[in-house]
């Protein structure tokens, strides 16, 4: 593993600027309403709250949601300027918060110069290359070519990985904010590009910036392989994710614990980007059919393995459903108000429970690398010991209407939830209320 050591101790405040900053998204009105700078009001409460890095969404000029770059080395202009980047990253630092910068490489979109040039000029352009282009016959300039594009959406072009231009472009963005002060990056859609691109890139990068973190977004597949293969440092769990909802909804707690035991191979390979929310997922308290079950999946994201992070908004139960139309991301992506202290109030209970469970994980340092064994498993109860070297914590979940008593073997003291600890060592055993939890310590 080349994962900087920095990383051990890392937990994200993951933030969409364009959205919590108020900016139009339907690209109509490109004036900034909030700044860059203005996100600094809020860097005390992600402090407070336990994070140590802010993971920003796409903060580089677009057409409109961010994820269409048309610049990679300008800030777009609803987020104002380079000054006010400058003075994020300042404020940042100064707080002991790493910046991560949310990279769109597999593709930019229409309105990008360098496709501008190819529809205007044609074959002859100097930067044909960096797509991958099928020109129709008796090619003049004004033809348009037949062109890759993400997934189906036609204003998102599809670079061409194999074009060493293309490797020194994203080399080049990639060390340009490094150098500016920013200190990992977030590959987006990093699996719809091949793996051999972002080794080459990435080593080049680290030449200059050996201490970067580099986390890539993939859905599906052989994590490790990708992480082994590609260079970076992480990838997005959405195993863990969608088992985390899905089995407390369907109270299938088999579910989880399937894939908590493929979640110990990966940990024992990398550190795996854990979560609960982001940018491009239904809210996790519109996910959850019962809010009371919220609980349940903070102490698991915040018990095993990995690097965890927080979707702004989510510590405060934010509300949001996805929709698959033209804004449907516009409700998981809301504006924050000018500074925490005009957040509602009902929300508060929740940033609470967050900071309780994210500082037993300071406590508990070791839990960035801990593996889960399996002490206790009905559809649902689950218990749990989390543990690395000679560190452990037992972790009991219960999603029943009705009291229950479960084993704990181990448990020996409460350190987070409620129960009812009944002996202590390998026979101890707890009892919980409906819907309860509880973390307890072994020694």
């Known amino acids: 593993m080349t994962t900087p050591s920095w990383v051990a101790d890392s937990l994200w405040w993951q933030v969409y600027p364009l959205g919590a900053l108020g900016a139009d998204t339907t690209g109509q009105d490109r004036g900034a309403r909030h700044t860059l700078r203005d996100l600094a009001a809020w860097l005390d409460y992600a402090v407070e709250l336990g994070t140590n890095g802010i993971a920003l969404g796409p903060i580089f000029r677009s057409m409109t949601h961010g994820y269409d770059t048309t610049d990679y080395f300008t800030i777009d202009e609803r987020l104002g300027t380079l000054s006010d980047f400058d003075a994020l990253i300042e404020e940042c630092h100064r707080r002991g918060l790493r910046v991560m910068l ?85 590959l987006d859609a990093a699996y719809a590009v091949p793996v051999g691109f972002w080794s080459l890139v990435l080593s080049r990068v680290r030449e200059r910036h050996p201490d970067v973190y580099v986390m890539g977004e993939v859905l599906h597949g052989d994590y490790s392989e990708f992480v082994t293969s590609s260079g970076v440092d992480a990838v997005t769990q959405y195993e863990l994710w969608k088992a985390i909802w899905s089995s407390v909804n369907d109270r299938n707690l088999f579910e989880l614990d399937h894939a908590l035991g493929r979640h110990n191979t990966l940990v024992e390979s990398f550190l795996p980007w854990t979560f609960v929310g982001n940018h491009d997922v239904t809210r996790l308290a519109t996910q959850l059919t019962q809010p009371e079950h919220l609980a349940h999946a903070l102490v698991v994201l915040t018990t095993v393995g990995g690097t965890p992070a927080v979707y702004y908004g989510d510590e405060q139960a934010f509300e949001g459903l996805k929709e698959e139309r033209f804004g449907g991301d516009d409700a998981i992506r809301p504006a924050l108000p000018d500074r925490p202290e005009e957040l509602a109030p009902d929300g508060w209970p929740v940033y609470r429970l967050h900071q309780e469970l994210i500082a037993l994980r300071r406590r508990h340092r070791w839990l960035t690398y801990a593996t889960v064994e399996q002490l206790h498993l009905t559809n649902e109860q689950l218990v749990y010991r989390s543990a690395y070297d000679d ?44 819907h309860g939890w509880a973390i307890f310590g072994t020694n």
């Not at 020996?412 to 009944?422: C, F, K």
Request: contains cysteine; proline residues 7%; charged residues 20%.
């Open 102 to 186: 949310d990279g769109v490489f597999n593709h930019v979109g229409k309105e990008h110069p360098a496709f501008q040039e190819v529809l205007t000029q044609g074959s002859p352009a100097s930067r044909c290359d960096w797509f991958d282009l099928t020109w129709p016959t008796g090619d003049q300039p004004g033809a348009v070519p037949a062109y890759r594009s993400f997934e189906g959406h036609d204003s998102l072009i599809t670079l061409n990985h194999d074009e060493p231009a293309v490797r020194d472009l994203v080399v080049d963005v990639m060390c340009h904010w490094l150098d500016r002060g920013a200190d990992a990056w977030r």
């Open 391 to 434: 560190n452990s914590l037992v972790v009991a979940l219960s999603l029943a209407d009705d009291e229950v008593t479960v084993p704990t073997p181990g448990g020996t003291r409460l350190l987070a939830g409620s129960a009812d600890l009944a002996g202590a060592g390998e026979g101890a055993s707890a009892h919980l209320q409906p």
